[in-house]
Nanobody, 128 residues
Framework: QVLLVESGGGLVQAGGSLRLSCAAS????????MGWFRQAPGKEREYVAA????????DYAASVKGRFTISRDNAKNTVYLHMNNLKPEDTAVYYC?????????????????????WGQGIQVTVSS
């Protein structure tokens, strides 16, 4: 398994921006698929965004599309979630996740069960 450490969360006003970072311990990070999920109080964990190992394909949940951007820097073993125009309903604990992905696999991993390593989570709070 890969050790993942999230950073960059905090408190922001509605309409503001934050950038989450997730640093991975693996030296083969470039061959891993990455995803972001979130869990609000009293709700189930939900998919936010994902990116393939090759950075050529990204995907977003409908609720964040157009406001959030996922990116990765394989040289730094880090994946980012740029969050703009934040809304109070974005308030949650955000988790990054990863799993190995073979080069011939062109799919995006939408489901938590597809990932085998998780970060500890980081709080994002958006005030109205």
């Amino acid at each position: 398994q890969v050790l993942l450490v999230e950073s960059g969360g905090g408190l922001v006003q509605a309409g503001g921006s934050l950038r989450l970072s997730c640093a991975a311990s693996s030296r083969t990070f470039s061959t891993y698929a990455m995803g972001w999920f979130r869990q609000a109080p009293g709700k189930e964990r939900e998919y936010v965004a994902a990116i393939r190992w090759s950075v050529s394909t990204m995907d977003y949940a409908a609720s964040v599309k157009g406001r959030f951007t996922i990116s990765r820097d394989n040289a730094k073993n880090t994946v980012y979630l740029h969050m703009n125009n934040l809304k109070p309903e974005d308030t949650a604990v955000y988790y990054c996740a990863t799993t190995p992905q073979v080069s011939s696999d062109s799919s995006i991993y939408y489901y938590a069960e597809q990932y085998n390593s998780w970060g500890q989570g980081i709080q994002v709070t958006v005030s109205s």
